[in-house]
């Protein structure tokens, strides 16, 4: 009887398993990197220094707000939602804020994340809000910010550095206590 050779086992083929477990490899170091990238994105947290990254807000009266066109002012940099029950606990306080200041040198912006415009429109009018809001569309701008939930709110220096971040509601007097902080600054 003759002897019938046996096939030839994947690991004995020359090359043959050797690029799959490469591919493999190379694919499971990929995917730990993505994960690594996401992990060290997600505990960095918000922004709190260095230049505030730039933005242009559509409000929902249809006025175009660029961040980097208010240097030499203050600026408040709110995030919030309707739906947010701390932040319907600050919005008395950001509005009589934003009255007592805005003729000093200082601007509040609210962006209104992840919300239905007519909530949005609901919860300005409920809270006599004046100071100019609009939709984070598509979330990039509190991605840039790097915002963990809303309320948080971003301190601007006149020179367009960030001064810091409040994450949770504001209550008196922590606001009034930063912009005369952020005022008092010389700026040329």
């Known amino acids: 009887m003759e002897e019938i050779p046996s096939p030839v086992e994947p690991s004995e083929r020359p090359g043959g398993s050797q690029w799959g477990r490469i591919v493999a490899f190379a694919l499971v170091l990929g ?36 961040l980097s066109k208010l240097r030499g002012q203050v600026v408040v940099i709110n995030f919030w939602a309707s739906w947010c029950p ?14 007592a ?4 040198g200082v601007v509040f912006i609210g962006v209104d994340y992840v919300d239905t415009e007519a909530e949005a429109l609901a919860y300005m009018a409920e809270f006599d809000i ?10 990039r701008i509190s991605q840039a910010y790097r915002i963990q939930g809303v309320p948080e709110t971003f ?3 006149r020179d367009g550095t960030l001064r810091g971040v409040k994450i949770g509601p504001l209550a008196p007097p922590e606001l009034e206590e930063k912009l005369e902080g952020l005022l008092a600054e010389p700026y040329p």
């Open 86 to 99: 701390p932040c319907r606990d600050e919005a008395p306080y950001l509005e009589a804020t934003w009255r």
């Open 130 to 139: 004046t100071y100019p809001n609009g939709p984070d569309v598509g979330t």
């Open 155 to 157: 301190f601007v220096a």
């Open 31 to 66: 995917l730990l990197a993505l994960l690594g990238w996401g992990l060290v994105k997600a505990q960095a947290g918000p922004r709190d220094s260095g230049l505030a990254p730039d933005f242009t807000l559509t409000t929902f009266d249809g006025q175009e707000i660029t």
């Open 101 to 104: 200041y805005r003729e000093r």
